[in-house]
C-alpha cells in the first residue's frame, strides 16, 4: 500500500524536466510548478481515481489555467479493474471539466512511472446532430411519460412500442386484418413495416399484407395493460 504523499517525488520529477520551480502544499494546493515566465502548474493527487480528486481539480481552475489530477496506482492495472473499464469516460469528462490527467503508477523495485493521458485545454462539445435529431423525434413521438427515468432492469417503452402495442391490441380485439386496416384505425403509419419486421415476435402473417397476432403476444400483452389502456382512446 501506499499514501498520496508517496505520489509527490515522482510527480515533481517529472514537472522539473519540463523546465519548472516545483513546491507542494502551496495555498492547500498539493503541487504547484512555475516556470520562469510566470506559468502555473496545479496537481492534485489522491490514491486513485474518484470524485473528491475531480471537485479538487475543478476548485483549482480558479487559480491557473493548467491543472492536472493525478491518479495514483501500486503496480500494474488489472485489465478488469474498474479504471480501465471506465478509463474512456473518465478522459471523456476531464476533458470537458478542462482537467489534464496524470496516472501514476508505483512499484516496490523500480521507479515509479507517470504517464499524462490529457493536457488541460478549454473544452468546446462537438454535437452530434444526428443523435440530436433522433432524440428530439422520439421525445415529440412517445405519447406520455411511461418509464422511471433511472430505470435499467425493465423494458423501456419506446415510441417504437407505443406503436407496436397499438397494433397487437388492434388485432387482439378484431382478429387478423389487412395491414393498411391497421394503419387506418391506429394511425401507425408504418404498420405494416412494423408487422413485417415482427421486432418483438407478436405478429404473424397469414397471408400477403394480412396479419393476426401470434399466440404467444397475447399473456405478453396483459403485462402492458396498464399502457394499452393509455394509447387506446376510450
Request: aromatic share 8%.
Amino acid at each position: 500500500m501506499f499514501n498520496e504523499t508517496d505520489l509527490y517525488k515522482p510527480v515533481k520529477a517529472f514537472l522539473q524536466t519540463q523546465g519548472y520551480d516545483v513546491k507542494a502544499e502551496v495555498n492547500s494546493c498539493d503541487v504547484v510548478a512555475k516556470k520562469s515566465d510566470g506559468s502555473l502548474v496545479i496537481v492534485e493527487l489522491k490514491k486513485g481515481f474518484n470524485i473528491d480528486l475531480l471537485i479538487q481539480g475543478v476548485e483549482r481552475l480558479t487559480l491557473a489555467d493548467n491543472v492536472y489530477i493525478a491518479a495514483g496506482f501500486y503496480g500494474p492495472i488489472a485489465k478488469g479493474s474498474i479504471w480501465n473499464k471506465r478509463r474512456r469516460g473518465i478522459l471523456k469528462l476531464c476533458k470537458r471539466l478542462g482537467l489534464g490527467l496524470m496516472m501514476v503508477r508505483l512499484y516496490v523495485r523500480k521507479d515509479a512511472n507517470i504517464q499524462v493521458l490529457l493536457d488541460p485545454s478549454p473544452y468546446v462539445p462537438r454535437k452530434n446532430s444526428g443523435k440530436a435529431g433522433r432524440l428530439k423525434k422520439e421525445f415529440d413521438a412517445r405519447v406520455g411519460d411511461p418509464n422511471a427515468g433511472g430505470a435499467t432492469r425493465t423494458k423501456i417503452i419506446t415510441s417504437y412500442r407505443q406503436n407496436a402495442l397499438r397494433c397487437a391490441a388492434l388485432l387482439s380485439k378484431s382478429g387478423a386484418l389487412k395491414a393498411n386496416e391497421v394503419k387506418q384505425q391506429t394511425g401507425v403509419e408504418k404498420a405494416a413495416t412494423l408487422m413485417r419486421n415482427n421486432h418483438y415476435g407478436w405478429f404473424e402473417k397469414v397471408e400477403r399484407g394480412i396479419y393476426k397476432l401470434a399466440e404467444c403476444a397475447e399473456t405478453e400483452l396483459k403485462e402492458y395493460a396498464d399502457e394499452i389502456n393509455d394509447l387506446i382512446p376510450k
